[in-house]
């Protein structure tokens, strides 16, 4: 009686487990909402297929029944093909029901190759019909009278679907609006017709059709604030000025320089053919004496010499000025 107690038991056991693996593979309850939803499904091909093929049947037929209620022709293939991809199947159908309700034209094989590429397509679609607000960061730029201007920028763009895929992001927008706003400030003549008009900056970038290449369509470039900054060009001409003036002072240091090098020069000459005076003079005496010896020159006629330097000497003491004669006495 016990044995029997306990193959019972084990056999409610064994039959709870093979009901649950039942109503795991075969979503009865699933099943019955997408009928009554209008929604064809098969259990053996569709539900028990999925959960071999490791596809979440709740995630792919409350998705059909949202897309059937809006309206939309899908099927169960296709959402399933797009799961097994690794993409987001409620954000697709969600993006189509958005995209059909807002009268914009989306495929699901666009959207799910947006979803696929990295995007939200979601938040596309809702930026579709949102448009959204971007600033720039503080953009500085000099005008031609070399005053200093910082610009804040707002621009208003909305999602381009057909370039969503492939298409540049916000930052390129922000890269090509900034430079847009230096190249007409700095061709600007003045920085006060700058800041009399600001909105001339955001018609001339606007113009410019920089949104080309990305994934978004830019509707309008608003000028936030305008400040005015350092004035560059006085600044610059200052910087110049210094520089040229410490070019004119080593250059007149290299003059001074070689000026004093030159006088250098010139006095190692003057105590050159000074020693060779002195050396000259040296053969005076030789020479006299030679001529005494040789009897060309006499007693008389040395001291007749004499004389003459002596008086000649004296003439050019009467002549010279008084503190030359003050240095010589010192001297």
Same mark, same amino acid.
């Given at each position: 009686m016990e044995a029997l107690t306990g193959i019972s038991v084990l056999v409610i056991f064994l039959g709870i487990i093979f009901l649950f693996m039942i109503l795991y593979f075969v979503p009865i309850g699933l099943f019955i909402t997408a009928y009554f939803s209008g929604v064809k499904t098969r259990i053996f091909k569709d539900l028990i297929g999925m959960r071999l093929r490791k596809v979440s049947p709740q995630i792919i037929i409350r998705n059909l029944i949202a897309a059937t209620k809006a309206g939309l022709n899908l099927n169960i293939s296709m959402l399933e093909a797009h799961y097994l991809a690794g993409g987001n199947v409620s954000n697709v159908v969600n993006a189509l029901i958005s995209a059909n309700k807002a009268n914009i034209d989306l495929?699901?094989?666009?959207?799910?190759?947006?979803?696929?590429?990295?995007?939200?397509?979601?938040?596309?679609?809702?930026?579709?019909?949102?448009?959204?607000?971007?600033?720039?960061?503080?953009?500085?730029?000099?005008?031609?009278d070399g005053i200093q201007l910082k610009a804040i920028a707002r621009i208003t763009v909305r999602t381009n679907l057909e370039?969503?895929?492939g298409g540049a992001g916000e930052a390129t927008i922000l890269a090509r609006v900034g430079e847009g706003i230096v190249s007409t400030i700095g061709s600007s003549s003045s920085h006060k017709a700058v800041l009399e008009n600001p909105d001339s900056i955001s018609k001339v970038v606007l113009?410019?059709?920089?949104?080309?290449?990305?994934?978004?369509?830019?509707?309008?470039?608003?000028? !936030?604030?305008?400040?005015?900054?350092?004035?560059?060009?006085a600044?610059?001409?200052?910087?110049?000025?210094?520089?040229?003036?410490? +070019?004119?002072?080593?250059?007149?240091e290299e003059r001074r320089a070689a000026a004093v090098a030159f006088e250098q020069?010139? *006095?190692a000459e003057v105590?050159?053919?000074?020693?060779? +005076?002195?050396?000259?003079?040296?053969?005076?005496?030789?020479?006299?004496?030679? !001529?005494?010896?040789?009897?060309?020159?006499?007693?008389?006629?040395?001291?007749?010499?004499? *004389?003459v330097q002596a008086d000649t000497e004296m003439r050019t003491s009467i002549a010279k000025p008084e503190?030359?004669?003050?240095?010589d006495k010192n001297g």
């Open positions: 495929e699901f094989d666009k959207a799910a190759a947006i979803d696929l590429a990295g995007r939200d397509v979601l938040e596309a679609v809702k930026m579709s019909v949102i448009p959204k607000v971007i600033e720039t960061p503080l953009v500085a730029a000099v005008a031609k370039r969503l895929v113009s410019k059709g920089l949104d080309a290449g990305t994934a978004f369509e830019i509707l309008s470039i608003d000028i !936030a604030d305008v400040d005015v900054g350092s004035n560059i060009g600044i610059l001409q200052t910087d110049q000025a210094e520089a040229d003036l410490k +070019v004119a002072r080593a250059k007149a020069e010139m *006095n105590a050159r053919m000074r020693a060779k +005076v002195v050396e000259a003079e040296a053969e005076v005496p030789k020479a006299m004496a030679d !001529a005494f010896r040789s009897g060309r020159l006499g007693v008389m006629d040395y001291y007749n010499m004499r *004389n503190e030359k004669k003050d240095k």
